[in-house]
């Protein structure tokens, strides 16, 4: 079972940037897809970007363009780099891994955008 677990977030100005990580422990060898989703304020959960064990990216249109998904797969770690945030990418963000037997979440990590 793979676990990840979140750190990173914190309050920031906007037009200011946070980077997020997420460090997945377990049986990492049967990872199919990691992503970053986030829940703001009232609203689902939606996803931000997620990055396939191939190396393909996806983002949502709010953040391309502002947002990075990397992993290091030596790390067995995933990064979320945000830049020129907005007061509406406030929110709790979420790891999720996608392995071929299961999709796990983290606990989450708080992001705040102060305008």
């Known amino acids: 079972q793979v676990q990840p677990v979140e750190s990173g977030g914190g309050l920031v100005q906007a037009g200011g940037s946070l980077r997020l990580s997420c460090a997945a422990s377990g049986s990492i060898f049967s990872i199919n897809r990691m992503g970053w989703y986030r829940r703001a304020p009232g609203k689902e959960r939606e996803l931000v970007a997620h990055?396939?064990?191939?190396?393909?990216?996806y983002y949502s249109d709010s953040v391309k363009g502002r947002f990075a998904i990397s992993r290091d797969y030596a790390k067995n770690t995933l990064y979320l780099q945000m830049n020129s945030l907005k007061a509406e990418d406030t929110g709790v963000y979420y790891c999720?891994?996608?392995?071929?037997?299961?999709?796990?979440w983290g606990q989450g990590t708080q992001v705040t955008v102060s305008s």
């Open positions: 999720n891994v996608v392995t071929t037997r299961s999709s796990v």
């Open positions: 990055i396939t064990s191939g190396g393909s990216t």
